[in-house]
């Protein structure tokens, strides 16, 4: 039986974009898995992007990431979204 995928949108904010040299890309990743095995795939593809994905927030559908174990089981549009300086 084929392994499902489920496509899921990434849209890089700020530092994340120029880590990741690209704004939004699409993946289709394996049915369930989770955000941190994402980004743990995400950084993997560089140095810059792994200590920028460190420090980074993410949201799922507009909705906090608060457990990294969430696990991605529809198509979703994943923020990835470095500390913003304010004032």
Partial sequence: ???????????????AAAAA????????????TTIATLVERLSGRGSELARVLKRCSYLCDGVAVRDMGKPVSTPQTIDVLPPFAGG
């Fill in 1 to 15: 039986m084929a392994e499902q995928t489920v496509a899921v949108t990434i849209r890089y904010f700020a530092a």
């Fill in 21 to 32: 040299g690209v704004d939004t890309e699409t993946l289709d990743l394996a049915k369930d």
